[in-house]
């Protein structure tokens, strides 16, 4: 039952994406036809600080459709179970995840809170506990699979896995999405797995399409002020 770390790799995302948004873009204002445009601002006919600079504008203005036809896919592991349900409540995305029902869970991983590794008491009982119920785990599994539960054992005895138990998810999210989800989960209000997840994303997000995701992250990153209120500010920004 080792413990595991949020790792998150970039799968896949729309190729050439500021030449997609910036088409997009400009297909609302344009009179032409952008589908004979977008051959030349792949091969660099407008330059990319152009269209950067284009885009970067007219998202400003609140305009935010043409970001939503470019997406990235991540594959995500060492996360709880408690981050993904958090993470799958954002129902404008794409997910697949590890399946409870078909993969054995009698070795499970586990994710530890920082706040019981910094205490070795509660450290130490965090582990007891997860030593049970690995236990009560293998013997109800191998119960339901003398009473005649076969494969179907695997499904009953998850009932006794922890929010703690390590998941695998792949998520796909547009542009638009992700804004979003980086201004509410990059944010210290939201929790320390998801936001370090979150965290993650948006450094590949920032490296692969500057300008859109140049500004993202919690919302007083853009605002220079903390709209969360006096209760719930962290001090980083002024409070409005
Ligand atoms: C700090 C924090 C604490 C939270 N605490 C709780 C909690 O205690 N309990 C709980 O249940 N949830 C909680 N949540 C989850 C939260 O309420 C949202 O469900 C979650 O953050 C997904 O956000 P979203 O709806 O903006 O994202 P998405 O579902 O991806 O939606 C994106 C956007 O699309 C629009 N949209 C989507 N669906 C609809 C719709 N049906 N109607 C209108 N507009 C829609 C909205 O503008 C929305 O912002 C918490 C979230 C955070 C960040």
Redesign the pocket.
Same mark, same amino acid.
Not at 89 to 93: D, F, K, L
């Given at each position: 039952m080792p413990q595991k770390t949020c790792r998150v790799e970039l799968v896949a995302s729309t190729p050439n994406p500021m030449a997609v948004i910036y088409a997009a873009f400009r297909q609302c204002y344009h009179a032409g036809f952008v589908g004979d445009m977008h051959t030349k601002l792949v091969d660099g006919d407008i330059s990319e600080e152009k269209q950067a600079a284009f885009i970067k504008k007219v998202m400003e203005s609140g305009h935010a459709s043409p970001i939503e036809h470019v997406s990235f896919t991540f594959a995500i592991e060492g996360v709880s179970r408690a981050l993904t349900h +958090?993470l799958v $409540? *954002? $129902? #404008?995305?794409s997910f697949s995840q590890q399946s409870q029902r078909y993969v054995d869970g009698s070795n499970f991983d586990y994710i530890l809170p920082p706040a019981f590794a910094k205490i070795p008491e509660a450290k130490a009982r965090f582990e007891k506990f997860l030593d049970e119920v690995g236990d009560a785990y293998q013997e109800l599994k191998q119960i339901l699979e003398e009473n005649g539960r076969g494969e179907k054992a695997k499904e009953d005895a998850r009932f006794v896995l922890p929010q703690a138990t390590e998941s695998k998810i792949v998520v796909t999210?547009n542009c $638009?999405?992700l804004l979003? %989800?980086f201004? *509410?989960?990059c944010?210290t $209000?939201? +929790?320390w797995e #998801?936001r370090d997840m979150a965290n993650q994303m948006l450094k590949i997000c920032r490296t692969a399409l500057p300008c859109v995701f140049e500004d993202a992250g919690a919302r007083c990153e853009k605002l220079k002020y903390c709209p969360e209120g006096e209760k %719930?500010t962290c001090g980083r920004y002024p409070l409005p």
């Open positions: +958090q $409540r *954002h $129902r #404008i995305a999210m $638009r999405s979003n %989800f201004e *509410h989960r944010c $209000r939201a +929790q #998801i %719930f």
